[in-house]
């Protein structure tokens, strides 16, 4: 079965410092990642995404990630944080249902920025 | 263009009580996807809905059922509540049921008591 996991459930980071954000995934094929954040109360607003091609993806809000096939992994990256990226992240997976798809999502990790 | 929108933002209901809860889809998608999110998890795949038929279904009992309308929009319906069934219930649109990329809504938050 597909599954996600993310390593880090905080993370705190200094404004203007770089980050990275962990995960891991497992499945059969080729897989479909994403990257979504979650302000508190909040839905989800989906960062970038890759499909397939250049293992480079760029997002919104200057954010970027690697897919590695050879570590399952699919990494976030920022080079300089914001006060405002405070958030939740969420990384997942898209999978098959019997008729469609749906996505699989780690358990998430929380970004603390401090001034 | 208008997003996916939900309601209501918050309810509170009791224990063994039914609650519906609605979702209108982005403008122009066609597919909507329910999602379950407990406090400190991540969100949990309930079902997705497509031509107002059930389309897929994660691991959640029979008393988690749903319907899509004509215009695409949906209803999360939850029978008899649990303690546990206190979340906060996402709704993701998207263009075509393979369509793996979904835009969510704001959500609704349950509270059991």
């Known amino acids: 079965a597909q599954s996600v996991t993310q390593p880090d459930i905080h993370i705190t980071v200094s404004e203007g410092a770089s980050l990275e954000l962990r995960c891991n995934y497992s499945y059969g094929a080729t897989p479909y990642l994403f990257w979504y954040v979650q302000s508190p109360g909040q839905g989800l607003q989906l960062l970038l995404k890759y499909f397939s091609g250049d293992t480079l993806v760029q997002g919104i809000k200057g954010f970027e990630a690697e897919f590695k096939r050879s570590q399952s992994s699919f990494n976030l990256r920022k080079p300089s944080v914001h006060w405002s990226d405070a958030a939740e992240y969420f990384c997942?997976?898209?999978?098959?249902?019997?008729?469609?798809?749906?996505?699989?999502f780690g358990a998430g990790t929380i970004l603390r920025v401090k001034s | 263009e208008t997003g996916v929108t939900q309601s209501p933002t918050h309810l509170i209901k009791t224990r063994g009580q039914q609650v519906t809860l609605r979702c209108s889809s982005q403008s122009g998608h066609n597919t909507v996807s329910w999602y379950q999110q407990a406090l400190g998890q991540g969100p949990q795949f309930i079902f997705q809905y497509y031509r107002e038929e059930e389309n897929g279904r994660g691991n959640f009992p029979p008393r988690f059922s749903g319907l899509q309308f004509p215009n695409y929009s949906s209803e999360l319906n939850v029978n008899a509540l649990e303690l546990d069934d206190s979340a906060l219930y996402l709704c993701a649109s998207s263009f075509i049921a393979g369509g793996l990329e979904q835009f969510f809504g704001p959500g609704t938050r349950l509270t059991v008591l």
């Open positions: 997942a997976v898209g999978a098959p249902t019997e008729y469609g798809n749906k996505l699989v």
